[in-house]
């Protein structure tokens, strides 16, 4: 887990931010704990750096590790036994192209399911977990400054934090067409099965069920290599796939 804290201009208050581009052939449930308990413990940190300066500095890091611990308890277990549709197990027992194809046709999923599903695909059928994520901008911008930190709030307002040589509607340009992916890998010896999502997907601005956001998926048995499909995505031209899996209870939901 990486993690800044970007202090606003005038000093008074800060926006904490954690990224993690990389995740590769874990345990996903000691993966996950490490990473929100570690989350936690500097969330619960700043906050008392504001509320009593002095007495955060008089708790070493300790304190702060074992009260995220105390404030996950049960929340992985209660995550695991999230209930999903059983063909995304069956997706997982086979290797052939044109079941993987039906055994999701017109399947859905949200965060929790997710999460469950990558806990279950470890615990009962030995897949390992990696995640990826790559952000390609648009063009005119290569080599131009960026602000630590931009928020394109709604309407038209942009906020940055640091400086730029972009005007604010450049700025909204950068967050509007930059091409973001994000992708989940279950792994097990040669077999993989890759979820993938896109920041359009997650907007509605991709063509699908009116605009529902959703993954994409593609495996091993689509005639690519993991190593291939990697680097089509980190050049932002990823190898198309027709399969889709609604996302639910995240990102623009359309209106039904």
Known sequence: MNTKKIYDENGVGATRVFYDDKVEKVNPILHYKAYEINKRAIIFKDLLQVQSPFLASKLDDSFYINRAKEDIVGFFEDMGKTPFHKNFIELLQTTKKKDQIKLLKGMSLNPNQLMALIMKAYKDHDYLYSKYSFENLPKGVEGKKLPKLIE????????????????????????????????????????????????NSIA????????????????SSFGISKEDF??????????????HIDLLEYGNQPNK
């Open 152 to 199: 394109h709030n709604k309407g038209t307002q942009i906020r940055k934090v640091g400086s730029t040589e972009l005007k604010d509607g450049e700025l909204k340009n950068v967050i509007e067409h930059r091409k973001v992916i994000v992708s989940h890998f279950f792994e097990k010896e040669d077999n993989w099965h890759c979820f993938f999502l896109t920041y």
């Open 204 to 219: 509605g601005k991709e063509n699908h069920n009116g605009g529902q956001p959703h993954f994409h998926y593609i495996s």
């Open 230 to 243: 990697i680097e089509s995505m980190r050049s932002g031209n990823y190898k198309s796939t027709s399969v």
